[in-house]
């Protein structure tokens, strides 16, 4: 099944938008529609496969992700893209299934992308995402000597 996203009249409207050149506005757009996005707007994708949907060289491609790194509008993370105002255009404050499904791809994150979309204020809270215990809550570990140095778990010290 397609995943749709759909891109308000509006787009059109906005004050950067209509600042920045047609390749800008071309490549801002890709970011925002491309197959790999997701709810989140942080996705993996390579310089490759923006190269081959655009047209536009991998020289070309990083001089734009600069430009728009600069206006605060779509970073390049190695190899992911970080839209960070993506959350706020989403609903989840509104929609339950959107927040879980932002919280399962953030979840899902290299902690250096996640410490990232925090230092360039993502638009979700991110230090409030709860944290799923490591452990199954069946768990029992049996060592409860805790402030000893002998381990009881052990059968026999190794020699």
Same mark, same amino acid.
């Given at each position: /099944?397609? &995943? $749709? @996203?759909y891109?308000?009249t509006?787009?059109?409207?906005?004050?950067?938008i209509q600042?920045i050149d047609p390749? =800008?506005?071309?490549?801002?757009?890709?970011? %925002?529609?491309n197959?790999?996005t997701n709810?989140? +707007?942080? !996705?993996?994708? &390579?310089?490759? @496969?923006i190269?081959?949907?655009t047209?536009?060289?991998v020289d070309?491609?990083?001089?734009? /992700?600069d430009?728009?790194?600069?206006?605060?509008k779509?970073?390049?993370i +190695?190899?992911?893209i %970080?839209?960070?105002t993506w959350?706020?255009? $989403?609903?989840?404050q509104?929609?339950?299934k959107? @927040?879980k +499904?932002?919280?399962i791809?953030? $979840?899902s994150?290299?902690p250096?992308v996640k410490a990232?979309a #925090?230092s #360039?204020k !993502?638009?979700y809270?991110?230090d409030?995402?709860s944290i799923?215990?490591? !452990?199954d809550?069946?768990y029992?570990d049996?060592d409860?000597?805790s402030d000893?140095d002998?381990?009881s778990d %052990? =059968?026999? =010290?190794?020699t």
């Amino acid at each position: /099944m397609a &995943t $749709q @996203r759909y891109i308000s009249t509006s787009f059109w409207d906005d004050a950067w938008i209509q600042s920045i050149d047609p390749s =800008e506005k071309l490549l801002y757009l890709y970011l %925002l529609t491309n197959p790999l996005t997701n709810i989140a +707007g942080i !996705y993996k994708i &390579t310089l490759k @496969r923006i190269h081959d949907d655009t047209g536009f060289n991998v020289d070309m491609i990083k001089k734009l /992700m600069d430009r728009f790194a600069k206006a605060k509008k779509a970073y390049i993370i +190695g190899e992911y893209i %970080l839209l960070p105002t993506w959350p706020k255009h $989403q609903k989840w404050q509104e929609r339950d299934k959107i @927040r879980k +499904g932002i919280e399962i791809i953030i $979840q899902s994150l290299p902690p250096k992308v996640k410490a990232f979309a #925090v230092s #360039v204020k !993502y638009a979700y809270p991110i230090d409030k995402i709860s944290i799923p215990y490591a !452990y199954d809550p069946s768990y029992s570990d049996s060592d409860s000597d805790s402030d000893s140095d002998s381990d009881s778990d %052990l =059968e026999s =010290e190794p020699t």
